[in-house]
T-cell receptor, first 118, second 112 residues
Framework: GAGVSQSPSNKVTEKGKDVELRCDPI?????LYWYRQSLGQGLEFLIY????????KSGLPSDRFSAERTGGSVSTLTIQRTQQEDSAVYLC????????????????FGPGTRLTVL | SQKIEQNSEALNIQEGKTATLTCNYT??????LQWYRQDPGRGPVFLLL?????KEKRKERLKVTFDTTLKQSLFHITASQPADSATYLC???????????FGSGTRLSIRP
């Protein structure tokens, strides 16, 4: 079956512009996660959704970052007024449930969107 | 705040030997600890999950240990192969938070 997909795969933008990144999770997965990974670094948690609601937005770096999820499926991460420090790979993951402690919390990752802010 | 430490230096191992990667953490132990593999240009792929009350978990050539006293997990690959070369990430899974905290990963290189 299809895995997690993300679009675009690469995005180059100018400083100050807004960008939208899209994530299509695996069908039936209720939990969806956004992470950011800078070159040679680990994954930085941004936000997670259980269904359409976001119980934990603690990782969003600033109010320029926002995310939404509609229909319990597709999610978009929006970065307004992009800055050069926003350049990174943005990874999306989904899992059957956000409840920890079972194999259901195994996360399936997409290939990521590489964002470059000039 | 919770911190995870993985060896930032690359690990170079001769093919056929056992590779051992270390994951150390501070403060309180997670309910579960996960290991992922990441290849260049790709997202991480889940490998194994070990629970707090489990000492050891095996899957084919992989073995993970979890010592809550030492606050450490070890990840072993036996009979290593060049195809095992990748970055390996450990992740702390706290059941109350539903947020997984990832380490920065250790790059493993298996030479023929």
């Amino acid at each position: 079956g299809a895995g997690v997909s993300q679009s675009p795969s690469n995005k180059v933008t100018e400083k100050g512009k807004d960008v939208e990144l899209r994530c299509d999770p695996i069908s039936g997965h209720t939990a969806l996660y956004w992470y950011r990974q800078s070159l040679g670094q680990g994954l930085e948690f941004l936000i997670y959704f259980q269904g359409n609601s976001a119980p934990d937005k603690s990782g969003l770096p600033s109010d320029r970052f926002s995310a939404e999820r509609t229909g319990g499926s597709v999610s978009t991460l929006t970065i307004q007024r992009t800055q050069q420090e926003d350049s990174a790979v943005y990874l999306c993951a989904s899992s059957l449930s956000a409840s920890s402690g079972s194999s259901y919390n195994e996360q399936f990752f997409g290939p990521g969107t590489r964002l470059t802010v000039l | 705040s919770q911190k995870i430490e993985q060896n930032s230096e690359a690990l170079n191992i001769q093919e056929g030997k056992t590779a051992t990667l270390t994951c150390n953490y501070t403060n309180y132990s997670p309910a579960y600890l996960q290991w992922y593999r990441q290849d260049p240009g790709r997202g991480p792929v889940f490998l194994l999950l070990i629970r707090e009350n489990e000492k050891e978990k095996r899957k084919e050539r992989l073995k993970v240990t979890f010592d809550t006293t030492l606050k450490q997990s070890l990840f072993h690959i036996t009979a290593s192969q060049p195809a095992d070369s990748a970055t390996y990430l450990c992740a702390l899974d706290y059941s109350s938070a539903s947020k997984i905290i990832f380490g920065s990963g250790t790059r493993l290189s298996i030479r023929p």
